[in-house]
């Protein structure tokens, strides 16, 4: 099946840095990616669509200029959480939508933790 | 708006039994499909089921099948002879219709069900 990864799997940082979380599609090309952030023991929650070439469609609620989406080329999107406070700290999660298949890929989850 | 709707936080059942998830669902639209997937601890999401809103059968995949009744607007995920390994959180998720040619289409997620099974 598709693989998608990302990196750093888990980060600690302090209060008031920035923090760039990468998602890639490993062997397709992916124009739509989406992140999610989970807290524990909770659901999913979209935060944002990102698409390849342009600028990202936020939901309501989310920070644009706090969490920053680029979606550079169709393999690779990234997320920065800037200026990081110890709310923030969160699982973020990417998926990425492959043509003709259904189901959207997950990345394994990055685990933020701002002290 | 989409909506979907799992009323077990969590669920015991005994190994080699089977055990049914329950997810309802509220849409406007007239296509869209259904999915599940399940949630070890380590956090990554793994695809287990789809289900389509114009697919007639409902939809099997290994031990696991899907119980669409699409007038009732419910899509219970069924898990026959659970593993011990099957304990974990299991979302049932919607997405819009369309995404299939626009790669587009984000999924809405229900709370989970975190799933204990028993030696």
């Known amino acids: 099946g598709a693989v998608v990864s990302q990196h750093p799997s888990w980060v600690i940082c302090k209060s008031g840095t920035s923090v760039k979380i990468e998602c890639r599609s490993l062997d397709f090309q992916a124009t739509t990616m989406f992140w999610y952030r989970q807290f524990p023991k909770q659901s999913l929650m979209l935060m944002a669509t990102s698409n390849e070439g342009s600028k990202a469609t936020y939901e309501q609620g989310v920070e644009k200029d706090k969490f920053l989406i680029n979606h550079a080329s169709l393999t690779l999107s990234t997320l920065t959480v800037t200026s990081a406070h110890p709310e923030d700290s969160s699982f973020y999660i990417c998926?990425?939508?492959?043509?003709?298949?259904?189901?959207?890929?997950f990345g394994p989850g990055t685990r933020l933790t701002v002290l | 708006a989409q909506k979907i709707t799992q009323t077990q936080p969590g669920m015991f059942v005994q190994e080699k039994e089977a055990v049914t998830l329950d997810c309802t669902y509220d849409t406007s639209d007239q296509s869209y499909g259904l999915f599940w997937y399940k949630q070890p601890s380590s956090g990554e999401m793994i695809f287990l089921i789809y289900q389509g809103s114009y697919d007639e059968q409902n939809a099997t995949e290994g031990r696991y099948s899907l119980n669409f009744q699409k007038a009732r607007k419910s899509a219970n995920l069924v898990i026959s002879a659970s593993q011990l390994g099957d304990s974990a959180m299991y979302f049932c998720?919607?997405?819009?219709?369309?995404?299939?040619?626009?790669?587009?289409?984000?999924?809405?997620f229900g709370d989970g069900t975190t799933l204990t099974v028993k030696p």
């Open positions: 998720a919607m997405r819009e219709g369309g995404w299939v040619y626009t790669n587009a289409g984000k999924s809405t």
């Open positions: 998926s990425a939508s492959r043509p003709l298949y259904n189901e959207q890929f």
